[in-house]
């Protein structure tokens, strides 16, 4: 069974840029589909990107198309989610999935989940 940590979470600028890494534990994490997630207070779970098993295929929220980038390193068994021109609506926890299957934008299509890092766009 695969284990998901995020890690990079932070308190930045509006226009900063920021990093998150997800590192997973255990076999077979090449065969999943990975996705970010994001949850801000009072709302409701938001998919902001996932990435298929091979890292060919991207999918975006429209939100931030252009201004992130999710990439995976099979290798390492990182996926990473490059965050640029962060503004204050991006203030969320930030949660890393994964699933066997091809999976989508519902959170209900993933049933592996990290424990979430916070990121924090203020002046």
């Known amino acids: 069974q695969v284990q998901l940590v995020e890690s990079g979470g932070g308190l930045v600028q509006p226009g900063d840029s920021l990093t998150l890494s997800c590192a997973a534990t255990?076999?077979?994490?090449?065969?999943?589909?990975v996705a970010w997630f994001r949850q801000a207070p009072g709302k409701e779970r938001e998919f902001v990107a996932n990435?298929?098993?091979?890292?060919?295929?991207?999918v975006y929220t429209d939100s931030v198309k252009g201004r992130f980038t999710i990439s995976r390193d099979n290798a390492k068994n990182m996926v990473y989610l490059e965050m640029n021109n962060l503004k204050p609506e991006d203030t969320a926890v930030y949660y890393c999935?994964?699933?066997?299957?091809?999976?989508?934008?519902?959170?209900?299509?993933?049933?592996?989940w990290g424990q979430g890092t916070q990121v924090t766009v203020s002046s």
């Open positions: 999935a994964a699933d066997r299957k091809m999976a989508g934008s519902d959170p209900n299509d993933y049933q592996i």
């Open positions: 255990g076999s077979n994490f090449a065969i999943h589909y």
């Open positions: 990435i298929s098993w091979t890292g060919v295929n991207t």
